[in-house]
């Protein structure tokens, strides 16, 4: 998927979506790796939330939780 695709399924601007995936590549939530002209983009699942209430909780379940909701719409 794309940047503009990602942009436009979620509903902002590319601009706002590179300048999120640039906050998530600093943070170490996803790793870039280049091949050929594209980014290649993979998530670090086993990373903890940030937050304080979440701070227990990995991406990977953060992730479950969507998948399901989604198997269930």
């Known amino acids: ?3 503009r695709e990602m942009s436009v ?3 902002i601007t590319e601009r706002a ?4 995936i640039a906050d998530l590549v600093r943070d170490n939530y996803i790793k870039v790796t280049k091949s050929g002209r594209n ?6 699942s086993d990373k903890h ?4 209430l ?4 990995q991406i990977s379940d953060f992730i ?3 998948k399901d909701s ?3 719409s």
């Open 1 to 3: 998927m794309t940047v």
């Open 9 to 11: 399924k979620v509903g």
């Open 17 to 20: 979506t590179q300048r999120i």
């Open 39 to 44: 980014n290649n983009y993979e998530v670090i």
């Open 49 to 52: 939330l940030k937050h304080e």
């Open 54 to 57: 979440e701070k227990e909780c």
């Open 64 to 66: 479950k939780v969507i």
């Open 70 to 72: 989604k198997a269930t």
